[in-house]
């Protein structure tokens, strides 16, 4: 499946993360989901702390942004593309869900 410049399949993340590319992960999801389960290495960012927390997110390099099946994620791309011209973000096309599913079947699914 092809990814669109503003996805990536989880297939391919995990291609990318195997090959040690040098990728941020940030996951929008709520501490409670993120206390759960989450991709080793991400950096825990809920969609409503984004705004002030923006900084955080690296401006250079890319950047996976990543929540539960990929609606937070996705508004969470739109502000960074649209409000703050981040043009290096792309969203986990499915979330963690997707993740699960088809890269890592012993990841916790809810």
Same mark, same amino acid.
Do not use: K
């Given at each position: 499946?092809?990814? %669109?410049? =503003?996805?990536?399949?989880?297939?391919?993340?995990? +291609?990318?993360?195997?090959?040690?590319?040098?990728?941020? =992960?940030?996951?929008?999801?709520?501490?409670?989901?993120?206390?759960?389960?989450?991709?080793?290495?991400?950096?825990?960012?809920? =969609?409503?702390? =984004?705004?002030?927390?923006?900084?955080?997110?690296?401006?250079? /390099?890319?950047?996976?942004?990543?929540?539960?099946? /990929?609606?937070? %994620?996705?508004?969470?791309?739109?502000?960074? +593309?649209?409000?703050? /011209?981040?043009?290096?973000?792309?969203?986990?096309?499915?979330?963690?869900?997707?993740?699960?599913?088809?890269?890592?079947?012993?990841?916790?699914?809810?």
């Amino acid at each position: 499946m092809q990814n %669109s410049p =503003l996805e990536i399949s989880p297939e391919d993340l995990h +291609r990318r993360l195997q090959a040690g590319d040098d990728i941020q =992960l940030i996951d929008v999801r709520e501490e409670m989901e993120f206390e759960y389960c989450h991709l080793p290495g991400s950096l825990l960012l809920p =969609l409503d702390e =984004l705004p002030r927390r923006a900084a955080e997110i690296r401006t250079e /390099g890319p950047v996976v942004v990543i929540c539960h099946q /990929g609606v937070r %994620s996705a508004h969470a791309l739109g502000y960074l +593309r649209q409000r703050l /011209g981040r043009t290096n973000v792309i969203n986990l096309r499915g979330g963690v869900d997707a993740w699960a599913l088809r890269v890592d079947p012993a990841f916790p699914t809810y």
